[in-house]
Each structure stands twice: as structure tokens, then as C-alpha cells.
């Protein structure tokens, strides 16, 4: 089994060229931070469980909580588990230890209510996890690239710079209450 890192919800963006909600994790005791694009309404729930807002009417994540308190079962983790291209897979694990498959944006929301850990596994961490530069910059961590220095890796990395770059502008003209509006 992977090794799983204990993250924690830096902030919930909005993807200005898709318009697009992102959920960005960061690694509670490392540097790496995992973007999850996510819809409207997941994006919502997790803005109003962090923020600590209470809707008029409950949303389907807090029915889903209600249900499983009913039957006697409580949300212990949350685990985001597997990464296919933008796709991410993660697990609910209950109390008695029973898992249900989850999207990651589900999940998440879930935890947020209940504030139990979301745990991310290596293999995830490796696939999709940037790091923060000094700059400020998110930047994907390639120590392979460092080392080889050749003429292909520089151009390669140049383009995922601009990409990092594009990503950095975007996390910092959106704020969680434009899910609000």
C-alpha cells in the first residue's frame, strides 16, 4: 500500500481561461500543492463548509453526512487515492471501516463538513503535486530535470513555467466568495 500525506484545503479558485472551479490541497507537513478542477456546485459546498456558511435548505453533501449519522455511521477519512490524466479517484472510509468509491470533489466537500483528514496517496502526490518556489510560483518538482541539464529538458521546461505562470496569475485574481454570487 502507498504511503498517504495528511493534506489541507488552501482555498477553492476559479480557472479564469475555462472558468472552471479548482480546489487546491496542500501537503500539511511538505511543500507540494494538488489543483482538482471541480464543478459549481462541489466548488459551493466546499466554499460554504469552509467558510462556515449555513444554507437555507441543507445541500446533498450535508444530506449524505445526515444519512450515514441515521444508519450509525460516522466519516473517519477521506483518501484521494488515484489520478488518471485530470481525473481523480478517491474513497470515503466510515467509522467501521467500510470504504465507498468518491470523486475527489465529493469527498472533499464531505470533509470540509466533518473535518476529518484528507489523505493523499505518493503515487497522487508524484502525478499532480506542484511545489512552491521562493518566488511564489507553483512549479512542478523535477529533480531528474535538474540533474540532466540538456537543451530538450530546457525547453520543456521553459513551456511548463508558462503554464505554472498562467496557473499563479489565475489562483490570485479569484477569491472564494465569487462561488457566492
Same mark, same amino acid.
Given at each position: 500500500?502507498?504511503?498517504?500525506?495528511?493534506?489541507? /484545503?488552501? =482555498? #477553492?479558485?476559479?480557472?479564469?481561461?475555462?472558468?472552471?472551479?479548482?480546489?487546491?490541497?496542500?501537503?500539511?507537513? =511538505?511543500?507540494?500543492?494538488?489543483? /482538482?478542477?471541480?464543478?459549481?456546485?462541489?466548488?459551493?459546498s466546499i466554499v460554504?463548509?469552509v467558510q462556515g /456558511?449555513?444554507?437555507?435548505?441543507?445541500?446533498?453533501?450535508?444530506?449524505?453526512?445526515? #444519512?450515514?449519522?441515521?444508519?450509525?455511521?460516522?466519516?473517519?477519512?477521506?483518501? /484521494?487515492?488515484?489520478?488518471?490524466?485530470?481525473?481523480?479517484?478517491?474513497?470515503?472510509?466510515?467509522?467501521? =471501516?467500510? #470504504?465507498?468509491?468518491?470523486?475527489?470533489?465529493?469527498?472533499?466537500?464531505?470533509?470540509?463538513?466533518?473535518?476529518?483528514? #484528507?489523505?493523499?496517496?505518493?503515487?497522487?502526490?508524484?502525478?499532480?503535486?506542484?511545489?512552491?518556489?521562493?518566488?511564489? $510560483?507553483?512549479?512542478?518538482?523535477?529533480?531528474?530535470?535538474?540533474?540532466?541539464?540538456?537543451?530538450?529538458?530546457?525547453? =520543456?521546461?521553459?513551456?511548463?513555467?508558462? $503554464?505554472?505562470?498562467?496557473?499563479?496569475?489565475?489562483?490570485?485574481?479569484?477569491?472564494?466568495?465569487?462561488?457566492?454570487?
Amino acid at each position: 500500500m502507498q504511503r498517504e500525506h495528511l493534506m489541507e /484545503i488552501a =482555498g #477553492v479558485r476559479l480557472d479564469v481561461p475555462s472558468s472552471q472551479p479548482v480546489v487546491v490541497l496542500r501537503e500539511a507537513a =511538505g511543500r507540494r500543492h494538488v489543483p /482538482i478542477w471541480v464543478g459549481t456546485n462541489e466548488a459551493t459546498s466546499i466554499v460554504f463548509a469552509v467558510q462556515g /456558511i449555513e444554507p437555507p435548505r441543507p445541500l446533498t453533501h450535508d444530506l449524505l453526512l445526515e #444519512v450515514a449519522k441515521t444508519f450509525g455511521r460516522n466519516l473517519e477519512k477521506v483518501r /484521494i487515492h488515484t489520478v488518471e490524466g485530470t481525473v481523480f479517484h478517491a474513497a470515503l472510509v466510515f467509522d467501521d =471501516g467500510s #470504504v465507498v468509491d468518491s470523486r475527489a470533489s465529493d469527498a472533499i466537500a464531505l470533509a470540509a463538513r466533518v473535518d476529518c483528514p #484528507v489523505l493523499c496517496s505518493d503515487g497522487v502526490l508524484e502525478a499532480a503535486g506542484l511545489v512552491m518556489t521562493g518566488d511564489g $510560483e507553483l512549479r512542478e518538482e523535477r529533480p531528474d530535470a535538474a540533474a540532466a541539464g540538456g537543451a530538450g529538458d530546457q525547453a =520543456g521546461a521553459e513551456g511548463a513555467e508558462q $503554464e505554472v505562470r498562467q496557473f499563479r496569475d489565475f489562483l490570485d485574481t479569484i477569491d472564494p466568495e465569487d462561488f457566492l454570487k
